[in-house]
């Protein structure tokens, strides 16, 4: 029996990072796509209009937390978990779960299983 | 010849000799030297000119050398008088004047004869006065009750005196009272009392006595030099007859036949021997004398000299109680020496500096007895000037004994604060100190006091600078800790991720249907993978602690402008990136090294470049430049920042200088830029035009230029 799962895009200014999502959730049967950059990684939200968004916080050109202030702008239920090397003592965590994040992780994750739950927390939520 | 003129011609001849001692190793500025030679002068008046007296054979002749002898006669008991006055510090001017007055009115009356005296044969053997009228009893009186009051002077002075002063005191009493009854036997004879003037070989006992108290008990203060002579010339002579006697021996015994020609083949002999080894033999001596005997008094100027040229100067503290302790023991010869140093922090005095102190880590409390005595009195204390008077308590002796000190001087800094103690051990001379040495060396204690502070101060500021140096840099480095972060915990979650999504995979079964040939693949990439991740990890956190890590001080001559930019590039590459600061490197290719401080000069651009984009409030441009010009390398960080007003440009590089919030920077920044910057021989300096932006131009010396 199969349990749907999430449809997911994950953006972060680290490819390798991004393609290990993407081998990782594939194999387990969840749709995901994947952008290193964030201008094409809004097309992507755009056009497959996911359950969750995975973020980076700190990239180049638009960060994470405006792709956030876009999502909510546009009113969409799109989940945003948010996996960030960038640490400032939670202010930045605190912020973004206020701003709407479903959730803030840090950068390494504890487990890749435990993002994988969180997505699966988030769509059951949803 | 008659015994009585042999008597004197004995008090003439070591009365001669001791006044010679004194005009030759004396002082012509001292009251005692002085008057102790006019006695001794008048003692070689009166002594020949008795001898002269007494080997006359007509009465004519005994008058007339009677005279001269009377002359110097007269005087000597007002001299004497004079001697014990200023030895005793009195102040009774009043009768020496009287005796003054009174020699010279006698002196007078001899010349013209009013003495009322005649010339009578005594004893069978040679022509003495007699008085005939009462002139001559009135002279008699008088001069004894001048001699008497002196004595009586010098035995009062010597009761209540004590410690080193009371022995002079009683060594001369003794020479003088032995000198001065011996005068008076002279008058025995004059009154025909039938008693031989015997007293009369007593008076050499003034300068025996005399040079006894000066050799033993540094009576008059010329002991050192007499003493030293006195052995130098000993042994230079016992050595000379040690040498002529194997001559004498060649000579008398080998060579007797030989006649003539054995003689002076034995003084060759002796000859060469002298010859050969006189030197050496000298050198020996010398070095025995100074290092045993060591009768050289140190001199004072040299120790001045050395001290305020060589040693006060420098500021490096431990160097400085080093040389201070090596040149006070050379100079003054000191068996032992120390400095104890304060510190602050521990409340102790620590040994900073010795000599010939065993133990080499003493410290002391300062509540210890002795640091508290010499902290509260600030006064030196001497084992020896108070150990006769009385007795210290033990644990001071104990401390006293442990650093072999006979003499502990306080440092005492303007504040009253004492810093530091300066002990002295005992001289090698076994010497006491004296008082010249106290006249020299408390003021030379006081100087020191204010070298070693200026050097603690010196160390004091240089440890405040680096350590806000250090703030500063750690600061800077807390600020790119996102930069930082994201390049440490990226690689690392990249490679975490990898392997554990591949473990997870094959547990789950994910990985059934691969081949193993696909699955070793899939190992290879990752294993590829977490490899290149962890190496970008390694590099950013070597890169940062290299950077954090303290300047050890060395200096390099080959450090490339270039590759320093580019590696601080590389750790503030990424937050800049990320703020929108593009970074032009435009530095030219084969340009020369430049000679300083690696890690300083990486700090110096690090800091500019960070201003640089602090400047800009995101999106920008810095520009980097640098160029060899006529043996410089000038280097150029540009910015298209806010620029900086044209008042403030010339405080930028004051220290606590700040722009930013409380909280934010230190404000030490470009100060301690243009230090380290000037420290390694170079130049900084800024232009900067508001709305357009800043340049920070830097120049070094080029070393050499780079081999291609």
């Known amino acids: 029996m199969a349990v749907e799962k999430p449809s997911i895009v994950a953006i972060d200014d680290e ?112 | 010849m008659n015994a009585f003129a042999g008597f004197n011609l004995l008090i003439g001849t070591t009365s001669l000799l001791f006044a010679l001692l004194i005009i030759r190793f004396g002082n012509v500025r001292n ?45 000597t008991v007002v001299f004497f008088l004079h001697h014990v006055l200023a030895l005793t510090e009195n102040k009774g001017r009043r009768v020496l004047i009287f005796g003054y007055i009174m020699a010279t009115a006698f002196q007078v009356c001899a010349a013209a004869d009013l003495l009322q005296i005649k010339m009578t044969y005594v004893f069978d053997s040679y022509f003495y006065i007699t008085p005939v009228g009462m002139a001559y009893p009135i002279f008699t009186f008088l001069w004894c009750a001048i001699g008497f009051y002196a004595s009586f ?12 002063k009371k022995v002079q005191f009683k060594v001369l009493l003794m020479a003088l009272v032995i000198c001065f009854l011996a005068g008076v036997s002279h008058f025995l004879t004059v009154y025909h009392t039938n008693i031989y003037p015997f007293g009369a070989l007593l008076v050499p006992a003034l300068p025996i006595v005399a040079t006894y108290g000066i050799l033993r008990h540094r009576l008059l203060d010329i002991e050192v030099i007499v003493r030293k002579t006195l052995v130098f010339a000993g042994l230079l002579a016992s050595v000379f007859a040690a040498l002529i006697l194997p001559t004498l021996l060649i000579q008398e015994y080998i060579f007797r036949g030989a006649g003539f020609g054995g003689k002076m083949l034995g003084l060759a002999v002796s000859g060469v021997i002298i010859i050969a080894s006189f030197r050496r033999i000298e050198d020996f001596l010398i070095n025995i004398t100074d ?16 001290f305020t040229s060589e040693v006060l100067t420098v500021l490096d503290l431990n160097k400085l109680v080093k040389l201070t302790v090596d040149k006070l023991s050379d100079i003054i010869r000191l068996q032992s020496c120390g400095i104890l140093l304060l510190n602050d922090e521990k409340n102790e005095y620590h040994l900073a500096a010795s000599r010939g102190i065993k133990e080499k880590n003493v410290v002391l409390n ?80 006081g100087t020191l006091a204010i070298a070693i502070s200026n050097a603690e101060m010196f160390v004091e500021l240089g440890k405040t600078q680096a350590e806000a140096a250090q703030r ?111 970074v032009m490197n435009k530095i030219d290719e084969n340009l020369p090294f430049i000679s300083g401080d690696k890690k300083q000069l990486q700090e110096v651009f690090f800091n500019l470049i960070r201003n640089a984009a602090q400047a800009m409030n995101e999106k920008g441009r810095i520009t980097v430049t640098a160029r060899e010009d ?28 700040t722009t930013k919030e409380p909280g934010e920077g230190t404000g030490l920044g470009l100060f301690i830029v243009r230090q380290v ?29 780079v081999k291609v």
């Not at chain 1, 950059?37 to 937390?65: A, F, T």
């Not at chain 2, 002077?153 to 080193?164: P, T, V």
């Not at chain 2, 789950?508 to 070793?520: A, C, F, I, M």
């Not at chain 2, 991740?533 to 303290?550: Q, V």
Request: hydrophobic fraction near 40%.
């Open chain 2, 366 to 445: 300062v509540n210890n007895t002795l640091t508290s005595f010499l902290t509260r009195t600030k006064m030196c204390l001497s084992i020896k000037a108070h150990g006769k008077e009385y007795q210290l308590p033990e644990k001071i002796v104990l401390d006293m004994n442990r650093l072999k000190l006979e003499l502990a001087i306080p440092l005492m800094t303007s504040q009253d604060e004492m810093i530091g103690i300066l002990t002295l051990g005992a001289k090698k001379s076994d010497e006491e100190y004296t008082q010249d040495d106290m006249d020299i060396l408390l003021p030379l204690a």
């Open chain 2, 291 to 306: 290092r045993f005997l060591f009768q050289k008094r140190y001199d004072y100027k040299e120790l001045l000299k050395t």
């Open chain 2, 472 to 582: 500063e840099k750690m600061a800077v480095i807390g600020t790119l800790s996102a930069g930082i972060n994201h390049e440490i915990c990226n690689p690392l979650g990249i490679a975490r991720g990898q392997c554990e999504a591949f473990l997870l995979n094959i547990k789950d079964g994910l990985y059934k249907n691969r081949t193993h040939q696909e699955l070793v693949e899939k190992a290879r990439k990752i294993m590829e993978k977490v490899i290149h991740e962890t190496d970008r990890a390694t590099t950013i956190t070597k890169r940062l602690s290299t950077f954090a890590k303290p300047s050890k001080g060395d200096i390099s001559n080959d450090i490339s402008v270039k590759y320093e930019i580019d590696e601080v590039l590389a750790l503030v590459g990424y937050e800049m990136k990320l703020d929108h600061i593009d």
């Open chain 2, 153 to 164: 002077i010098l035995f009062d002075a010597f009761r209540k005196s004590h410690g080193e």
């Open chain 2, 677 to 705: 910057v000037e420290r390694n021989r170079g130049r900084i300096s800024v232009k900067s035009k508001v709305g357009e932006g800043t340049t920070f131009v830097l120049e070094f010396p080029a070393v050499a230029k």
């Open chain 2, 630 to 657: 006529s043996g410089k390398v000038i280097m150029c960080i540009e910015d298209t920042g806010h620029g900086i007003p044209k008042d403030k440009l010339a405080q930028i590089f004051n220290p606590f200088y």
């Open chain 1, 15 to 126: 490819p390798d990072f991004v393609d290990t999502l993407k081998e990782y959730f594939e194999l387990r049967g969840y749709r995901i796509k994947i952008a290193s950059r964030v201008g094409p990684g809004i097309d992507l939200i755009g056009s497959e209009k996911p359950d969750i968004v995975i973020l980076d916080l700190k990239m180049p050109g638009i960060n994470g937390e405006e792709v956030l202030n876009i999502l909510r702008s546009k009113k969409l239920k799109t989940k945003v978990i948010f996996v960030s090397a960038f640490e400032d003592a939670g202010k930045t965590k605190s912020r973004m779960l206020a701003a709407g994040a479903f959730a803030y992780m840090d950068k390494p994750l504890k487990s890749i299983k435990d993002l994988e739950d969180t997505v699966n927390k988030a769509y059951s939520e949803k």
């Open chain 2, 31 to 75: 009251i005692l030297h002085i008057t102790l030679l006019l006695l001794n002068i008048a003692l070689v008046i009166w002594g020949y000119g008795c001898m002269m007296s007494a080997l006359s054979d007509n009465p004519a002749s005994a008058m007339f050398w009677w005279k001269i002898a009377h002359a110097g006669g007269l005087y």
